[in-house]
């Protein structure tokens, strides 16, 4: 990362006499001024050689070298320096009982924490003093409890030196920006002990940095860049506004921020988002939210994430999200985009709101057993994956041996997902001996999608375009009666004699944005009914069956076939997609109104298919808006 600021002179540019040493002037509380007034109108600079005090106000027009000191400024007196200033990084300015006046440097004066030390191991006070002003440079690390920075156009280097927090007692942030704005913030470093076997400090801290806005100011912490962050031994990283389950920070503005480089190492979560007007951006970060660098003391693997966002809109641009942990979430929430990154974890993404991937074509998922993305109950938004790659294991071949989902929104019936050009490995799709649904309820939008499970026993697969409902036959009931029987209806006709059961529209009990159902019910016997007129088909393509269902029944089992026709209208195969009891229905959550998805592929020399529905006796389901995509 490149640095804030040039390196300073040993002297003032500008000075070419000897300088005004304050050594000539006696006594510590008036050598300044003396010298200050004897340098009047003569070109050159004073240079501060020994103790000073300023028991009044003074403003000292030449350029100043430091190289005594310390300088005391007494309460209520201010020292104004209107030309530059230059001093080593050690203590220059005592702060202490009755000695805390204020200090003013000439615009583009570079201050640095050391001026200001104490003489303790505690720099608080000494960095507080410093972020007071526009233009900061760090010398050296700086222990701190917690410092805030707040205003407008400040520039601080923290030169890879950076904090190191040593708060004893609760503590919010090592670092807070507080109404922040217009900032630049470079090769900065946040870290405490929670690498030790017992940490002292770390674990005292809510998070490493924290930024908020309030009404207090006019500004806001907007407009800003970090350029290179890292963060490490400390619980959680980067807090944006309120954190993790506390209501979101008001709507004060916090967005157009830039965080470059960010390098959180041994942090257990090192994001949390959660500011109602905010729109943050990350930029090439390394997100490796795994434990390197940290004690178990820090560390409880299902209680972390990569990234959340709670509240606000979080945009990643490259970089990695790495986390090799099973339990815990890798995102965690909504309104986040991940572009161009590579995605490697072994967790799931626990979606509340929309996400989105872009062009992110290396991505691995670890674990089998697990689903990568799971909405949350009731979850409104959107899945995107768009030109993105997700792959899993392939020797062993993982499709072979493990029919995880890859979407599971059981409990989240309006929520969307949609592929584009989009391609997952090693995954299968089994709706007759298996639960192996894919995507498990929402709704799904198929652009582009490629299932490649080569190397293994399972099929690929290549769905595109859609959803489109089935136009040969009536998909929703509306146009059924509501007499319960057995008679051809809406484009449907019975395959059997079927004892008691029938088929008929229903109006009552209905999924979300839908106003029409078809009840298929059996009695003594099972009942069929399959579209009367042939649907168009694709010869070769993988087409998916897709329609909301709901086993009401007490037991049964529900049969999907294709008669697949050819251009005569001439049967030439049949396929069973579904082929599942009333016990695998409900514990896969089809006991309540959810999306059912089956994979059918068109036969070489088809043009046509009927689609049949078919309930053993006993059992009771409802079907509605179903789309052949």
Same mark, same amino acid.
């Given at each position: 990362?490149?640095?804030?600021?040039?390196?300073?002179?040993?002297?003032?540019?500008?000075?070419?006499?000897?300088?005004?040493?304050?050594?000539?002037?006696?006594?510590?509380?008036?050598?300044?001024?003396?010298?200050?007034?004897?340098?009047?109108?003569?070109?050159?600079?004073?240079?501060?050689?020994?103790?000073?005090?300023?028991?009044?106000?003074?403003?000292?027009?030449?350029?100043?070298?430091?190289?005594?000191?310390?300088?005391?400024?007494?309460?209520?007196?201010?020292?104004?320096?209107?030309?530059?200033?230059?001093?080593?990084?050690?203590?220059?300015?005592?702060?202490?009982?009755?000695?805390?006046?204020?200090?003013?440097?000439?615009?583009?004066?570079?201050?640095?924490?050391?001026?200001?030390?104490?003489?303790?191991?505690?720099?608080?006070?000494?960095?507080?003093?410093?972020?007071?002003?526009?233009?900061?440079?760090?010398?050296?690390?700086?222990?701190?409890?917690?410092?805030?920075?707040?205003?407008?156009?400040?520039?601080?280097?923290?030169?890879?030196?950076?904090?190191?927090?040593?708060?004893?007692?609760?503590?919010?942030?090592?670092?807070? #920006?507080?109404?922040?704005?217009?900032?630049?913030?470079?090769?900065?470093?946040?870290?405490?002990?929670?690498?030790?076997?017992?940490?002292?400090?770390?674990?005292?801290?809510?998070?490493?940095?924290?930024?908020?806005?309030?009404?207090?100011?006019?500004?806001?912490?907007?407009?800003?860049?970090?350029?290179?962050?890292?963060?490490?031994?400390?619980?959680?990283?980067?807090?944006?506004?309120?954190?993790?389950?506390?209501?979101?920070?008001?709507?004060?503005?916090?967005?157009?921020?830039?965080?470059?480089?960010?390098?959180?190492?041994?942090?257990?979560?090192?994001?949390?988002?959660?500011?109602?007007?905010?729109?943050?951006?990350?930029?090439?970060?390394?997100?490796?939210?795994?434990?390197?660098?940290?004690?178990?003391?820090?560390?409880?693997?299902?209680?972390?994430?990569? #990234?959340?966002?709670?509240?606000?809109?979080?945009?990643?641009?490259?970089?990695?999200?790495?986390?090799?942990?099973?339990?815990?979430?890798?995102?965690?929430?909504?309104?986040?985009?991940?572009?161009?990154?590579?995605?490697?974890?072994?967790?799931?993404?626990?979606?509340?709101?929309?996400?989105?991937?872009?062009?992110?074509?290396?991505?691995?998922?670890?674990?089998?057993?697990?689903?990568?993305?799971?909405?949350?109950?009731?979850?409104?938004?959107?899945?995107?994956?768009?030109?993105?790659?997700?792959?899993?294991?392939?020797?062993?071949?993982?499709?072979?041996?493990?029919?995880?989902?890859?979407?599971?929104?059981?409990?989240?019936?309006?929520?969307?997902?949609?592929?584009?050009?989009?391609?997952?490995?090693?995954?299968?799709?089994?709706?007759?001996?298996?639960?192996?649904?894919?995507?498990?309820?929402?709704?799904?939008?198929?652009?582009?999608?490629?299932?490649?499970?080569?190397?293994?026993?399972?099929?690929?697969?290549?769905?595109?375009?859609?959803?489109?409902?089935?136009?040969?036959?009536?998909?929703?009931?509306?146009?059924?009666?509501?007499?319960?029987?057995?008679?051809?209806?809406?484009?449907?006709?019975?395959?059997?004699?079927?004892?008691?059961?029938?088929?008929?529209?229903?109006?009552?009990?209905?999924?979300?944005?839908?106003?029409?159902?078809?009840?298929?019910?059996?009695?003594?016997?099972?009942?069929?009914?399959?579209?009367?007129?042939?649907?168009?088909?694709?010869?070769?393509?993988?087409?998916?069956?897709?329609?909301?269902?709901?086993?009401?029944?007490?037991?049964?089992?529900?049969?999907?076939?294709?008669?697949?026709?050819?251009?005569?209208?001439?049967?030439?195969?049949?396929?069973?997609?579904?082929?599942?009891?009333?016990?695998?229905?409900?514990?896969?959550?089809?006991?309540?109104?959810?999306?059912?998805?089956?994979?059918?592929?068109?036969?070489?020399?088809?043009?046509?298919?009927?689609?049949?529905?078919?309930?053993?006796?006993?059992?009771?389901?409802?079907?509605?808006?179903?789309?052949?995509?």
């Amino acid at each position: 990362m490149p640095a804030a600021f040039a390196a300073e002179a040993d002297a003032p540019s500008d000075a070419s006499a000897e300088p005004l040493s304050t050594a000539r002037f006696g006594v510590p509380d008036s050598a300044l001024q003396k010298a200050t007034a004897a340098a009047a109108g003569r070109k050159g600079w004073v240079s501060i050689d020994g103790p000073v005090d300023v028991t009044a106000d003074l403003t000292v027009t030449t350029p100043v070298q430091i190289r005594g000191g310390p300088i005391r400024v007494a309460d209520g007196a201010t020292l104004t320096f209107s030309d530059a200033v230059v001093a080593p990084p050690r203590r220059t300015f005592a702060r202490e009982d009755g000695w805390r006046g204020k200090i003013s440097f000439a615009q583009g004066t570079v201050v640095t924490p050391s001026w200001w030390e104490n003489g303790t191991d505690d720099d608080t006070e000494a960095v507080q003093e410093a972020l007071r002003y526009d233009r900061v440079l760090f010398t050296r690390r700086y222990r701190v409890r917690s410092v805030e920075a707040s205003g407008a156009y400040q520039t601080i280097d923290m030169a890879d030196y950076g904090l190191y927090g040593i708060a004893t007692e609760a503590t919010d942030a090592v670092l807070s #920006l507080r109404n922040w704005r217009d900032g630049r913030l470079y090769r900065a470093s946040i870290v405490s002990d929670g690498a030790a076997e017992a940490p002292k400090y770390a674990l005292n801290y809510a998070c490493a940095l924290r930024a908020t806005s309030d009404k207090t100011s006019t500004d806001k912490t907007q407009y800003g860049f970090i350029y290179g962050l890292r963060i490490g031994g400390l619980r959680t990283g980067v807090v944006w506004g309120s954190h993790a389950g506390e209501p979101p920070q008001s709507r004060d503005t916090q967005s157009e921020f830039h965080i470059y480089d960010y390098r959180p190492r041994g942090v257990l979560r090192p994001f949390v988002g959660n500011a109602l007007n905010a729109y943050l951006q990350f930029h090439a970060p390394i997100f490796q939210a795994q434990r390197f660098e940290s004690s178990a003391a820090l560390w409880a693997d299902d209680d972390g994430w990569t #990234l959340r966002n709670e509240a606000g809109v979080v945009h990643v641009i490259g970089g990695s999200l790495q986390r090799a942990i099973k339990t815990g979430y890798n995102l965690y929430g909504g309104s986040i985009v991940i572009e161009g990154a590579d995605v490697e974890r072994n967790c799931p993404d626990y979606l509340t709101g929309s996400v989105a991937y872009h062009s992110c074509r290396n991505g691995y998922y670890g674990a089998s057993g697990s689903t990568p993305f799971v909405v949350a109950p009731g979850a409104k938004g959107r899945l995107l994956l768009n030109d993105t790659i997700i792959r899993r294991q392939v020797k062993p071949p993982t499709a072979d041996f493990d029919a995880g989902n890859l979407v599971d929104a059981m409990k989240a019936p309006d929520y969307e997902i949609v592929f584009r050009d989009a391609t997952v490995g090693q995954w299968r799709i089994d709706t007759t001996s298996g639960s192996a649904y894919f995507v498990r309820g929402g709704r799904v939008v198929f652009g582009d999608l490629s299932v490649d499970n080569e190397g293994s026993k399972q099929r690929s697969y290549r769905f595109r375009e859609g959803p489109n409902r089935i136009v040969a036959a009536d998909p929703t009931g509306r146009s059924m009666p509501e007499t319960d029987d057995l008679s051809a209806k809406g484009g449907w006709t019975s395959l059997g004699k079927g004892q008691g059961g029938g088929f008929h529209q229903t109006t009552a009990d209905l999924p979300p944005a839908v106003d029409h159902a078809i009840r298929l019910h059996g009695g003594d016997a099972a009942v069929e009914i399959e579209t009367t007129a042939p649907m168009a088909v694709e010869s070769g393509r993988d087409h998916v069956v897709d329609f909301w269902l709901k086993d009401q029944g007490k037991r049964g089992r529900l049969r999907l076939q294709m008669r697949w026709l050819d251009a005569m209208g001439t049967e030439i195969g049949r396929d069973v997609i579904v082929n599942q009891d009333h016990g695998r229905l409900t514990s896969n959550g089809f006991g309540q109104w959810l999306r059912f998805r089956a994979v059918a592929l068109t036969p070489t020399g088809a043009t046509g298919a009927k689609l049949s529905l078919a309930v053993e006796g006993g059992g009771d389901m409802l079907f509605t808006d179903l789309r052949m995509i």
